[in-house]
Structures are given as structure tokens and as C-alpha cells.
């Protein structure tokens, strides 16, 4: 890799395909302070897609690009992003990796549209959603105790049940994290003509 030869990898390009702190990771994983590095972007993805993959060909899981949730994200894309940033912070916080990702991918793992009374078993979406996840992935995966609790309890607060461990935890505040990411930029997008300083004078003044 060299200027003169222009054969640079673009780090603006990276941040924005992967985001900054996928880049950040890597380096400080890959390669050791003041040392030249092995660099690729195959590198950059393949402990996360090892953990996952299994779980991605199954056909079960593909469907869920069929429904979308948080606005117009499919639950394919927000299960992934779960998983995703679930496994950053895993590493960082020298957690069960593998368990935490699978868990976090399997999480909304439930094939019906809730808001169109789809719903298999009559209760709250907030407690049933989380069962049929955890009973759909038992389907196809082995699941282990970690995964169980990062499935059936990342809905805390909303449900009563809290997650029982550390792995569980960073699922539950990741799929928050997620979700409002999610709408976050879409309606961000929706919003960019309007002047968001009057819809907020207007919101401040139907709330009071």
C-alpha cells in the first residue's frame, strides 16, 4: 500500500460502509501499534459472519426480509444490526462473543405481523414475541443459556422479566439502541424540508 502508487484505502469510504467504531476494532485487533498490518475487508467482517452465518442461510431467517418493523426497516436488517453491534460490545467487554451474537440475532426471530392480529397466542406483543423467537430458534440452532436469556428477556422494561446476565443486558440496550437509531434516520429523512424548530414549538405546545 502506497501514496504514490494510489493504491490508499479511503478510511471515509470504510466508516461509511461499516461505521466508525467496526473500524476502530479492527485496527486495534489486527494490527499492533507503530507495526505494518495485514489489511483487507474480508478481514474487517469475517469473525462476525463466522459466529453467523449458519444462522443467515437458514431459509426461515431469510423471510424475515418480508416484514418490517421501526419504520420501513425489514426485521432481517435490524436482527443483523443487533447482532452487529451486540458483538463489538461483547468483544470490548470480554463477554461470551458467539452466544451474545447468535442470541441477539435470533431475538425478533418470529415470522407474523403482530399489528395485524397475527399473533399465534393471545398476550402483550412485548411477552409473546420474545417466546416465539426463543421456540423458532430452538428450531435450528442448539441454544444455550446465555442465548436463551438474550432472546427471551430483551424486551425489559416492557416486559417484566430483566435479563439474568451481563450478555443479555447489552441485547437488551442494543435493540433500544437499534430501534431508535432506525426510525431515528428515517425520520430524519421524512423531516428535512420542514422546519424542525416550529414542530417542536408546536409539540411543546400540544403538551401543554
Avoid at 172 to 182: I, Y
Amino acid at each position: 500500500m502506497s501514496k504514490s502508487k494510489g493504491n490508499v484505502v479511503d478510511p471515509v469510504v470504510l466508516c461509511g460502509r461499516y461505521g466508525t467504531d467496526a473500524i476502530r476494532y479492527f485496527l486495534l485487533r489486527e494490527i499492533s501499534t507503530g507495526s505494518d498490518g495485514y489489511y483487507s475487508e474480508e478481514a474487517l467482517v469475517s469473525e462476525f459472519m463466522e459466529l453467523v452465518q449458519d444462522i443467515l442461510h437458514i431459509d426461515d431467517v431469510q423471510e424475515l426480509r418480508d416484514y418490517v418493523q421501526h419504520c420501513k426497516t425489514t426485521r432481517l436488517q435490524h436482527c443483523v444490526n443487533v447482532a452487529y453491534y451486540t458483538f463489538l460490545i461483547s468483544r470490548r467487554l470480554n463477554l461470551n462473543v458467539r452466544s451474545a451474537t447468535r442470541g441477539a440475532l435470533l431475538h425478533d426471530f418470529y415470522l407474523y405481523d403482530w399489528k395485524n392480529n397475527e399473533q399465534p397466542i393471545e398476550g402483550r406483543h412485548s411477552v409473546v414475541h420474545p417466546q416465539v423467537a426463543l421456540a423458532m430458534a430452538r428450531q435450528y440452532t442448539a441454544v444455550d443459556p446465555i442465548m436463551e436469556d438474550c432472546i427471551l428477556n430483551h424486551m425489559w422494561p416492557m416486559s417484566r422479566q430483566r435479563p439474568q446476565t451481563k450478555e443479555g443486558w447489552v441485547v437488551q440496550g442494543v435493540d433500544k439502541l437499534c430501534a431508535a437509531m432506525e426510525m431515528g434516520t428515517q425520520s430524519a429523512r421524512r423531516l428535512s424540508p420542514v422546519k424542525l424548530k416550529a414542530l417542536m414549538v408546536s409539540a411543546i405546545a400540544a403538551r401543554y
